[in-house]
């Protein structure tokens, strides 16, 4: 499955999720329409015109202004991220310090799976009062998802069967679904707003008074009472079709999203016994919020209460029998274990503070062989071997440090200080001043200790410590921003991996903090229109730590790997004709591009950095910005490159 073809068609499916909205428009307006014939004559006793062009015009427009009102509304609520829903569902963040072992190792899971994936660690929420085995990931993009789980998945599942399940919904944010999903959420709520206004309507009449001897009074509650109930039924029209777009959007996407969680974890047997468990559990998937039912598209399994009889998911047994076809038809017995309270940040008495990573090896059914960069981009380049290693290799005191939002800063400027001793003290010296001095004390130690990491590693610290950044006040990230700046032109240059650290915080920290409005432009379809930018990234990436014959080579190597270019025709530029600017500009152009655009460049730049068999530092940090600025992810694929150039080193 590849990751930018799936994001194609999920961009095209947008477009049907139009198309269905505006037919569920037009049978809302003629339900209405058709209401309010029939209440005005069985009101006054006038039998109307069938067909009355006026009243349909303005029942025409007040109807469309409602629901369009209602959806921009809702997008706009939405642009925050995927905390809104999460918290609108009754979770709570879980939080690094957390006391409950099931929740310390929710915590390692998803990071492991976000280290694994080469995505920042998205925020995890739980949703204590369900006791149903279910899931979802939200947000409009991979900076500012979030995970949530019921109370009934942390306690019922194993290690193993969560690993699927959070593996199914990393492949939702992966693949572009949690973005559409989240568009979904505005238009079912625009196609709902008039059941909303039904109901609002329906409830006043209970606080009000009927007189006998006010007939206009009387005729007014009555005509309010009609309104009302004529809203509600055309709302529950609207929640018909709401549930059909919603089966219409999910079904096929739940199918892809098991497959991938399969081949990203390569281990069938957890994912298949989540589900097995699932239909073993008496209260099954259900989510007992009267918001479950508007986002149920969005859920690991079935989770609405209303169902309006259609699915938005496959049926349990055919997506078990599809992963595990010698299944015998019998489901998992099991039994919520008593829970005990806890507080807002998930304490409880008698649990250990923190529980580190497990470590445990990966399944025997997972391939510990890392694909060539030749597949950059497909679902099979996802490596949880891979991860789980750059993962445990990561000392236990800067797990620590990034999970607390002063250490985690501490940690992003003891990766960025110069190694000359002079600048270094410069730097330090700066930071103590505008930082102050609590937040510097171990900072020279502490680079000292980074300096020999490899990128892989500095950049899966970077990934942990991004949602601990993002819980910064506006005015801590805003100090951040600036030291940050600061830091970086202090030398008076910009080297790729501090090009790296700083545009990928700009990007994950400010859509928390500087939301973007309005949509997002839409870019080229074609790479003729792109042919400067292109030629800009590919020659940045040959000449990465090669000389004029090498670049050469690895230019071509990426050229002849690659096509056809539609209109471009690539040339290697002069190592001195760009600069920084010139290389953020052509970010800027590619994340904008169409999904098959984006996979051809970064699937150029990574042939150009595998041409001489070794993955550097600098290609992998390079490699990383541009999968990032373009709104993809790269895998930790350099682990065995690393080990080879460790040994070569050592001999």
């Given at each position: 499955?590849?990751?930018?073809?799936?994001q194609?068609?999920?961009r095209?499916?947008?477009?049907?999720?139009?198309?269905?909205?505006?037919c569920?428009?037009?049978?809302?307006?003629?339900?209405?329409?058709?209401g309010?014939?029939?209440?005005?004559?069985?009101?006054?006793?006038?039998?109307?015109?069938?067909?009355?062009?006026?009243?349909?015009?303005?029942?025409?427009?007040?109807?469309?202004?409602?629901?369009?009102?209602?959806?921009?509304?809702?997008?706009?609520?939405?642009?925050?991220?995927?905390?809104?829903?999460?918290e609108?569902?009754?979770?709570?963040?879980?939080?690094?310090?957390?006391?409950?072992?099931?929740?310390?190792?929710?915590?390692?899971?998803?990071?492991?799976m976000?280290?694994?994936?080469?995505t920042?660690?998205?925020?995890?929420?739980?949703?204590?009062?369900?006791?149903?085995?279910?899931?979802?990931a939200?947000?409009?993009?991979?900076?500012?998802?979030?995970?949530?789980v019921?109370?009934?998945?942390?306690?019922?599942?194993?290690?193993s069967?969560?690993?699927?399940v959070?593996a199914?919904?990393?492949?939702?944010?992966?693949?572009?679904?949690?973005?559409?999903?989240?568009?979904?959420?505005?238009?079912?709520?625009?196609?709902?707003?008039?059941?909303?206004?039904?109901?609002?309507?329906?409830?006043?009449?209970r606080?009000?008074?009927t007189?006998?001897?006010?007939?206009?009074g009387?005729?007014?509650?009555?005509?309010?009472?009609?309104?009302?109930?004529?809203?509600f039924?055309?709302?529950?029209?609207?929640?018909f079709f709401?549930?059909?777009?919603?089966?219409?959007?999910s079904?096929?996407?739940?199918?892809?999203a098991?497959?991938?969680a399969?081949?990203?974890?390569?281990?069938?047997?957890?994912?298949?016994?989540?589900?097995k468990?699932?239909?073993?559990?008496?209260?099954?998937?259900?989510v007992?919020?009267?918001?479950g039912?508007?986002?149920?598209?969005?859920?690991?399994?079935?989770?609405?209460?209303?169902?309006?009889?259609?699915?938005?998911h496959?049926?349990?047994?055919?997506?078990?029998?599809a992963?595990?076809?010698?299944?015998?038809?019998?489901?998992?017995?099991?039994?919520?274990?008593?829970v005990?309270?806890?507080?807002?940040?998930?304490s409880?008495?008698?649990?250990v503070?923190?529980?580190?990573?497990?470590?445990?090896?990966?399944?025997a059914?997972?391939?510990?062989?890392?694909?060539?960069?030749?597949?950059?981009?497909?679902?099979?380049?996802?490596?949880?071997?891979?991860?789980?290693?750059?993962?445990?290799e990561?000392?236990?005191?800067?797990?620590?440090?990034?999970?607390?939002?002063?250490?985690?800063?501490v940690l992003?400027?003891?990766?960025?200080?110069?190694?000359?001793?002079?600048?270094?003290?410069?730097?330090?010296?700066g930071?103590?001043?505008g930082?102050?001095?609590?937040?510097?004390?171990?900072?020279?130690?502490?680079?000292?200790?980074?300096?020999?990491?490899?990128?892989?590693?500095?950049?899966?610290?970077?990934?942990?410590?991004?949602?601990?950044?993002?819980?910064?006040?506006?005015?801590?990230?805003?100090?951040?921003?600036?030291?940050?700046?600061?830091?970086?032109?202090?030398?008076?240059?910009?080297?790729?991996f501090?090009?790296?650290?700083?545009?990928?915080?700009?990007?994950?920290?400010?859509?928390?903090?500087?939301?973007?409005?309005g949509?997002?432009p839409?870019?080229?379809?074609?790479?003729?229109?792109?042919s400067?930018?292109g030629?800009?990234?590919?020659?940045?990436?040959?000449?990465?730590?090669?000389?004029?014959?090498?670049?050469?080579?690895?230019?071509?190597?990426?050229?002849?790997?690659?096509?056809?270019?539609?209109?471009?025709?690539?040339?290697?530029?002069?190592?001195?004709?760009?600069?920084?600017?010139?290389?953020?500009?052509?970010?800027?152009?590619?994340?904008?591009?169409?999904?098959?655009?984006?996979q051809?460049i970064?699937?150029m730049?990574?042939l150009?950095?595998?041409?001489?068999?070794?993955?550097?530092?600098?290609?992998?940090?390079l490699?990383?910005a541009?999968?990032?600025?373009i709104?993809?992810?790269?895998?930790?694929?350099?682990?065995e490159?690393?080990?080879?150039e460790?040994?070569?080193?050592?001999?």
């Amino acid at each position: 499955m590849n990751f930018f073809e799936t994001q194609d068609r999920a961009r095209r499916r947008t477009k049907w999720l139009v198309v269905y909205f505006i037919c569920a428009v037009i049978s809302i307006v003629l339900a209405v329409y058709f209401g309010v014939i029939f209440g005005t004559t069985l009101i006054s006793g006038a039998k109307l015109e069938p067909w009355d062009p006026g009243l349909f015009l303005f029942i025409t427009g007040v109807t469309v202004l409602l629901i369009l009102g209602g959806t921009a509304y809702k997008f706009a609520q939405l642009r925050q991220g995927g905390k809104v829903v999460a918290e609108g569902l009754g979770g709570r963040p879980v939080l690094p310090s957390t006391g409950d072992l099931k929740e310390r190792q929710l915590l390692n899971v998803v990071e492991e799976m976000a280290i694994a994936s080469g995505t920042p660690v998205p925020l995890v929420y739980v949703m204590d009062e369900e006791t149903g085995i279910n899931a979802f990931a939200a947000g409009t993009d991979p900076s500012n998802a979030v995970i949530g789980v019921t109370r009934g998945c942390i306690e019922l599942l194993s290690r193993s069967e969560l690993q699927g399940v959070i593996a199914h919904e990393f492949s939702h944010i992966r693949n572009g679904d949690m973005r559409l999903n989240m568009r979904l959420i505005g238009f079912i709520f625009g196609i709902l707003i008039l059941m909303i206004v039904g109901r609002v309507l329906l409830s006043s009449m209970r606080y009000a008074r009927t007189s006998r001897d006010s007939k206009e009074g009387n005729g007014i509650l009555a005509v309010v009472l009609l309104v009302g109930l004529v809203l509600f039924l055309v709302g529950a029209i609207g929640g018909f079709f709401a549930r059909l777009i919603q089966a219409a959007v999910s079904r096929q996407r739940e199918f892809l999203a098991d497959s991938s969680a399969v081949q990203f974890t390569r281990d069938a047997g957890g994912l298949t016994g989540a589900r097995k468990k699932l239909g073993g559990w008496g209260d099954h998937s259900r989510v007992k919020n009267p918001q479950g039912s508007a986002v149920s598209h969005m859920f690991f399994a079935e989770g609405g209460l209303f169902r309006w009889g259609l699915a938005t998911h496959p049926p349990l047994q055919v997506r078990i029998q599809a992963l595990d076809p010698a299944w015998t038809q019998k489901f998992d017995t099991v039994s919520l274990p008593a829970v005990e309270m806890k507080g807002r940040d998930g304490s409880a008495s008698g649990a250990v503070a923190n529980l580190a990573p497990s470590g445990a090896a990966p399944p025997a059914s997972t391939m510990n062989a890392v694909e060539t960069l030749g597949h950059l981009g497909d679902e099979e380049g996802w490596q949880l071997s891979s991860g789980l290693r750059v993962c445990n290799e990561i000392d236990q005191r800067w797990r620590k440090a990034s999970q607390d939002r002063r250490q985690a800063q501490v940690l992003i400027f003891a990766m960025l200080l110069s190694r000359d001793l002079q600048q270094r003290k410069v730097q330090v010296e700066g930071l103590r001043k505008g930082m102050g001095s609590d937040y510097v004390e171990a900072l020279s130690e502490w680079h000292r200790s980074l300096e020999s990491l490899h990128s892989t590693g500095k950049i899966a610290l970077l990934d942990l410590c991004i949602p601990t950044l993002r819980q910064l006040s506006q005015p801590e990230y805003e100090r951040l921003m600036q030291m940050l700046d600061w830091v970086v032109a202090t030398d008076e240059k910009v080297d790729l991996f501090e090009f790296m650290l700083k545009h990928a915080l700009t990007r994950h920290l400010s859509g928390n903090f500087a939301p973007l409005s309005g949509k997002a432009p839409s870019g080229p379809e074609r790479m003729g229109d792109l042919s400067s930018a292109g030629d800009v990234l590919l020659s940045l990436m040959a000449w990465s730590g090669r000389n004029s014959e090498t670049a050469a080579k690895a230019f071509e190597a990426a050229v002849d790997g690659w096509g056809p270019y539609e209109g471009w025709e690539p040339r290697l530029l002069p190592e001195d004709s760009f600069d920084t600017k010139m290389v953020v500009a052509a970010l800027a152009e590619f994340e904008v591009a169409a999904p098959l655009i984006k996979q051809t460049i970064l699937q150029m730049c990574g042939l150009a950095a595998a041409e001489d068999g070794v993955l550097t530092s600098e290609e992998a940090e390079l490699l990383r910005a541009v999968a990032d600025a373009i709104g993809a992810s790269v895998p930790p694929f350099v682990y065995e490159e690393r080990a080879e150039e460790s040994q070569a080193e050592l001999s």
